[in-house]
């Protein structure tokens, strides 16, 4: 990267971490309550290199190779590795272990399947479940009412820890991920009331470059952001897309 490249990039941290602390400001929030992750798709390894030095929390991937690729570079350092993208259960062997946390576990099947491997591995693997809040048939995820089951399925598993929920609501015009956003909040109230053994409420991963602040004034305390860090992305890649 030039050394304009990384000036570009270190005021674009600035402005997505000011635009984060005014959306705590308003909701009467402290400004570290909401984490920021970078998400890094499509980005080469220097770029999150000199990403990894500047104002973000964590990382997060979609793609299960370049995730490896990164991760053997050493490029995020000391950052937290999330993983963020849809997994294929054939790829889980790869993430368990290289990612602190894996934020989209959208069916019961890939939930087993991680905890088996992370029992292989004689690990235990936090995850997220993915909730699919918009019920599109494009995306991955679990629909709202199938939570408690699922959660009930994760006790099984003293392999996992669950700790939150993450979502990616429809693609619409600005603002109108808000009830999306409120929708997922009481879900999440829900879950944490009835919270036991291995699963803790603790992350609510929503918004993204588009709407971050309306995200985090509903209640997020992860949000992931790509576009607004990076720039826009040269290859195009959907949210979410393997
Ligand atoms: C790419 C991606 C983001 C960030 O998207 P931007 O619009 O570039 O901020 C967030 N979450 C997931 C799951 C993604 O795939």
């Given at each position: 990267?030039?050394?304009?490249?990384?000036?570009?990039?270190?005021?674009?941290?600035?402005?997505?971490?000011?635009?984060?602390?005014?959306?705590?400001?308003t909701?009467?929030?402290?400004?570290?309550?909401?984490?920021l992750?970078?998400?890094?798709?499509?980005?080469?390894?220097?770029?999150?290199?000199?990403?990894?030095?500047?104002?973000?929390?964590?990382?997060?991937?979609?793609?299960?190779?370049?995730?490896?690729?990164?991760y053997?570079?050493g490029?995020?350092?000391?950052?937290?590795?999330?993983?963020?993208?849809?997994?294929?259960?054939?790829?889980?062997?790869?993430?368990?272990?290289?990612?602190d946390?894996?934020?989209?576990i959208?069916?019961?099947?890939?939930?087993?399947c991680?905890?088996?491997?992370?029992?292989?591995?004689?690990?235990?693997?936090?995850?997220?479940?993915?909730?699919?809040?918009?019920?599109?048939?494009?995306?991955?995820?679990?629909?709202p009412?199938?939570?408690?089951?699922?959660?009930?399925?994760?006790?099984?598993?003293?392999?996992?820890?669950?700790?939150?929920?993450?979502?990616?609501?429809?693609?619409a015009?600005?603002?109108?991920?808000?009830?999306?956003?409120?929708?997922?909040?009481?879900?999440?109230?829900?879950a944490?009331?009835?919270?036991?053994?291995?699963?803790?409420?603790?992350?609510?991963?929503?918004?993204?470059?588009?709407?971050?602040a309306?995200?985090?004034?509903?209640?997020?305390?992860?949000?992931?952001?790509?576009?607004?860090?990076?720039?826009a992305?040269?290859?195009?890649?959907?949210?979410?897309?393997?």
């Open positions: 990267m030039t050394a304009d490249q990384i000036k570009r990039m270190t005021e674009r941290v600035a402005r997505v971490r000011m635009e984060m602390e005014r959306a705590c400001r909701a009467g929030r402290a400004r570290g309550d909401v984490l992750c970078a998400a890094s798709k499509t980005q080469d390894t220097e770029t999150v290199r000199v990403a990894a030095a500047l104002d973000i929390d964590l990382f997060g991937e979609n793609r299960v190779q370049e995730l490896c690729e990164k053997a570079s490029a995020y350092g000391a950052k937290p590795l999330h993983f963020i993208g849809h997994l294929q259960t054939n790829k889980v062997r790869q993430v368990v272990g290289c990612a946390m894996i934020e989209s959208g069916s019961r099947r890939l939930l087993e991680v905890a088996a491997e992370a029992q292989k591995q004689g690990l235990r693997q936090d995850v997220l479940i993915e909730i699919n809040i918009g019920a599109e048939a494009s995306k991955s995820g679990i629909a009412e199938e939570l408690p089951a699922l959660l009930e399925c994760a006790h099984a598993f003293p392999s996992l820890q669950v700790r939150g929920l993450m979502a990616i609501p429809p693609a015009a600005p603002g109108a991920s808000r009830p999306f956003f409120a929708q997922l909040r009481t879900l999440f109230e829900q944490r009331a009835a919270q036991d053994g291995n699963v803790c409420m603790e992350y609510l991963s929503m918004g993204m470059s588009a709407d971050f309306d995200a985090i004034l509903e209640g997020a305390n992860l949000v992931r952001v790509g576009t607004a860090l990076f720039g992305r040269n290859s195009p890649a959907q949210p979410s897309g393997q």
